[in-house]
T-cell receptor, first 118, second 107 residues
Framework: GAGVSQSPSNKVTEKGKDVELRCDPI?????LYWYRQSLGQGLEFLIY????????KSGLPSDRFSAERTGGSVSTLTIQRTQQEDSAVYLC????????????????FGPGTRLTVL | GIQVEQSPPDLILQEGANSTLRCNFS?????LQWFHQNPWGQLINLFY???GTKQNGRLSATTVATERYSLLYISSSQTTDSGVYFC?????????FGKGTTLSVSS
């Protein structure tokens, strides 16, 4: 498709279980971002991938959160030992970042995955 | 870090009315985006506007980077304009979002 896609659209899990969320960025976009939207915290940055560089993990809330990006395209966000406070909508975005440039191009968001931890 | 403040937090309009949403940011930025989050949660890109003025139909936006604010204008509002409007600025690694303006347009 032409846009960012995410799966699943909804995920309900029990406290303590691990979950994996998937993001397919727009074809050709080199930068990929994960954000989280929750009632109390608004929209917050989690992690950023740019090409083959080491990811910026500065927004990850705890070591239970991790993400990888395979082949510079698809990304998976993994949450281990889920807690109820992890319940949120997880959003993925991608952009066409200029190599070596300081300007970041427009970011486009996927529809999100709504995670509910019981 | 950069702070982003949006006002007003809530706005109620009658169909056909005009409105102005404001976004203030605390530091110079290279990128600013306006989004509309629809009732299904999808973030729709409205404007990518680090500076200057842009228009798209009934919507227009102006960013005055030197004074650290951006304005989103909605003219002749329609019920489909309802939702949350977010301003987001680039902070070097990712976008920093304001808390949004919730717009309700009634017929």
């Amino acid at each position: 498709g032409a846009g960012v896609s995410q799966s699943p659209s909804n995920k309900v899990t029990e406290k303590g279980k691990d979950v994996e969320l998937r993001c397919d960025p727009i074809s050709g976009h080199t930068a990929l971002y994960w954000y989280r939207q929750s009632l109390g915290q608004g929209l917050e940055f989690l992690i950023y991938f740019q090409g083959n560089s080491a990811p910026d993990k500065s927004g990850l809330p705890s070591d239970r959160f991790s993400a990888e990006r395979t082949g510079g395209s698809v990304s998976t966000l993994t949450i281990q030992r889920t807690q109820q406070e992890d319940s949120a909508v997880y959003l993925c975005a991608s952009s066409l970042r200029l190599a070596g440039g300081i300007l970041a191009n427009e970011q486009f968001f996927g529809p999100g995955t709504r995670l509910t931890v019981l | 870090g950069i702070q982003v403040e949006q006002s007003p937090p809530d706005l109620i309009l009658q169909e056909g009315a005009n409105s102005t949403l404001r976004c203030n940011f605390s530091d110079s930025v290279n990128n600013l985006q306006w989004f509309h989050q629809n009732p299904w949660g999808q973030l729709i890109n409205l404007f990518y506007i680090p500076s200057g003025t842009k228009q798209n139909g009934r919507l227009s936006a102006t960013t005055v980077a030197t004074e650290r604010y951006s304005l989103l204008y909605i003219s002749s509002s329609q019920t489909t304009d309802s939702g949350v409007y977010f301003c987001a600025v680039w902070a070097g690694t990712a976008l920093i979002f304001g808390k949004g303006t919730t717009l309700s347009v009634s017929s």
